[in-house]
Nanobody, 121 residues
Framework: QVQLVESGGGLVQAGESLRLSCVAS????????MDWYRQAPGKQRELVAD???????NYADSVKGRFTISRDNAKNTWYLQMNSLKPEDTAVYYC???????????????WGQGTQVTVSS
């Protein structure tokens, strides 16, 4: 069984930084694209950043220049470094993978449980 567990959320003031982590556990062979999404109250879930297995990254326009996604394949972990946080970044942040290959099966599109990020003005 594969689980994605996020950590690192919290309450910060505008301008401060947070680093989110997502650890995938299980008998993992490989992970394709690793993503971070967020969902603010009353809004749809949106893609914040992704990091493909080929090494390319993409960011939402609203976070470009402030957020950085990275991955550690050896640890089956990916990160979201969030700098210069703004109140509009307040949301529940979810990690997601397009596909996780394990010993015996392939899991499509697993999600973490989410971690709350709150930015006060």
């Amino acid at each position: 069984q594969v689980q994605l567990v996020e950590s690192g959320g919290g309450l910060v003031q505008a301008g401060e930084s947070l680093r989110l982590s997502c650890v995938a556990s299980g008998s993992i062979v490989s992970i394709s694209t690793m993503d971070w999404y967020r969902q603010a109250p009353g809004k749809q879930r949106e893609l914040v950043a992704d990091f493909t297995s080929g090494g390319s990254t993409n960011y939402a326009d609203s976070v470009k220049g402030r957020f950085t996604i990275s991955r550690d394949n050896a640890k089956n972990t990916w990160y979201l470094q969030m700098n210069s946080l703004k109140p509009e970044d307040t949301a529940v942040y979810y990690c997601h993978a397009d596909r996780i290959v394990t010993i015996g099966r392939t899991i499509i599109g697993p999600w973490g449980q989410g971690t709350q990020v709150t930015v006060s003005s």
